[in-house]
Nanobody
Framework: EVHLEESGGGTVQAGGSLKLVCTAS?????????MGWSRQTPGSVRAGLAL????????SLGDSVRGRSTISADADKKTVYLQVNDLGTDDTAKYYC?????????????????WGQGTQVTVIS
């Protein structure tokens, strides 16, 4: 069974930075997977932020974090990281890690089917 463990959330001052960490278990270490981050505030739909292949050969950042964020992966540790800088109060949300538990196949889009429990990020002014 695939399991995701997130960490790195917390309370930070506006203008500060956070590095979110997500480690996967139950996946084949020899395969490449698509993993990503989303966030959600109460009453809103979950919004995608970024995704990356665990071999690091493809990544994408969404408009809300592009230009102030970096997504990276460590395949050996089965871990992905999302560094978000210049945080604003509108970044306050619960951040979720996700994985498409099917190994990456050329031509097939990433479709997340497993989610972590989430880690809360609160930005205070």
């Amino acid at each position: 069974e695939v399991h995701l463990e997130e960490s790195g959330g917390g309370t930070v001052q506006a203008g500060g930075s956070l590095k979110l960490v997500c480690t996967a278990s139950g996946i084949d270490e020899t395969e490449t997977y698509c993993m990503g981050w989303s966030r959600q505030t109460p009453g809103s739909v979950r919004a995608g932020l970024a995704l990356i292949y665990t071999n690091g050969r493809f990544s994408s950042l969404g408009d809300s974090v592009r230009g102030r964020s970096t997504i990276s992966a460590d395949a050996d540790k089965k871990t992905v990281y999302l560094q978000v800088n210049d945080l604003g109060t509108d970044d306050t949300a619960k951040y979720y890690c996700a994985i498409d538990s099917r190994p990456v196949v050329a031509g097939r889009s990433c479709q997340f089917n497993t989610w972590g429990q989430g880690t809360q990020v609160t930005v205070i002014s």
